[in-house]
């Protein structure tokens, strides 16, 4: 783990370097967050990688959450994903799924895609797979702007846990 004495020290290029993933496969929002050191804390660094996100226009948003890939989906069958999704998806059993339970998160994959242009996401960590299969469902029935701000919030808390997994307090 990483004291903020540490990350504060940091050049911005080793900064980026360094927490590129906590977004997935968004590096912009940490060289926005480096620019707001230095941190008083962990939880000060938290905010600020929140706020890059919540600042951000629409476009960059909807493009963020259009970089997370699918739970339980062909790029983890595959072994294609970035080392904190594939982490957080095997701590919650979805790289064990059944092939009829893989089909149900495929179908619901499809399903919510089609009807919201972006991935489900959803911040696994301390979930089961049935807890995450009925937010899937639940999901479902809400409305594209609602999903949009439950999909931006659920990027947060994934933002919250990467840098809690890394970051001194």
């Given at each position: 783990m990483m004291t903020i004495g540490h990350i504060?020290?940091?050049?911005?290029?080793?900064?980026?370097?360094?927490?590129?993933?906590?977004?997935?496969?968004s590096p912009w929002v940490a060289a926005?967050?480096?620019?707001?050191r230095p941190f008083s804390h962990r939880?000060?660094?938290?905010?600020?990688?929140?706020?890059?996100?919540r600042m951000a226009d629409e476009a960059e948003q909807?493009?963020?959450?259009?970089?997370h890939p699918d739970l339980a989906g062909r790029a983890a069958r595959a072994g294609q994903l970035t080392s904190d999704s594939a982490l957080e998806q095997k701590g919650v059993?979805?790289?064990?799924?059944?092939?009829?339970?893989?089909?149900?998160?495929?179908?619901?994959?499809?399903?919510?895609?089609s009807r919201f242009g972006i991935p489900f996401i959803y911040a696994v960590k301390g979930a089961t797979k049935h807890d995450i299969l009925a937010a899937f469902e639940a999901r479902l029935n809400a409305t594209q702007?609602?999903?949009?701000?439950?999909?931006?919030?659920?990027?947060?808390?994934?933002?919250?846990?990467?840098?809690?997994?890394?970051?001194?307090?």
């Open positions: 504060n020290r940091l050049s911005p290029d080793d900064f980026i370097a360094t927490f590129a993933d906590i977004a997935e496969h926005r967050a480096a620019e707001r939880a000060a660094m938290v905010d600020a990688f929140q706020q890059v996100v909807f493009a963020l959450l259009r970089a059993g979805l790289d064990t799924l059944s092939d009829d339970e893989f089909a149900r998160f495929h179908t619901l994959n499809e399903d919510y895609r702007c609602e999903e949009f701000m439950t999909a931006l919030t659920q990027v947060l808390r994934i933002i919250r846990f990467r840098l809690t997994d890394r970051v001194a307090d």
